[in-house]
């Protein structure tokens, strides 16, 4: 069974960073291409950024372009986020998911192509 478990957020001062981490269990990470997703109050969920199974592939929300970044360690079965620059709309729960996609450079940015989601963390950002 495929497990992922988010941890790393929290309550951060605006212009503060975060590293948010998931950790997957029950199948190889490199069987997945990887996103994060987050949803902010009253809103509906979204893409936040995505990496490929073999890692160099990446795609990001504009508005964190150059702000976040999404890496991988297929040794340790874990993704992470780091998010730098917080602002307050970045406040939201944050979500990671798995895909088991067709190619090795695929990248979904749907929440639907995604077949495995974590219970996320929250990260709320302060003025």
């Known amino acids: 069974q495929v497990q992922l478990v988010e941890s790393g957020g929290g309550l951060v001062q605006a212009g503060g960073s975060l590293r948010l981490s998931c950790a997957t269990s029950g199948r190889t990470l490199s069987s997945f291409a990887m996103g994060w997703f987050r949803q902010g109050p009253g809103k509906e969920r979204e893409f936040v950024a995505g990496i490929s199974r073999n890692g160099p592939r990446v795609f990001y929300l504009d508005s964190v372009k150059g702000r976040f970044s999404i890496s991988r360690d297929n040794t340790k079965n874990t993704v992470y986020l780091q998010m730098n620059s917080l602002k307050n709309e970045d406040t939201a729960k944050y979500y990671c998911?798995?895909?088991?996609?067709?190619?090795?450079?695929?990248?979904?940015?749907?929440?639907?192509?995604?077949?495995?989601w974590g219970q996320g963390t929250q990260v709320t950002v302060s003025s």
């Open positions: 998911a798995a895909d088991v996609p067709s190619t090795l450079w695929a990248v979904a940015r749907l929440s639907s192509e995604y077949d495995y």
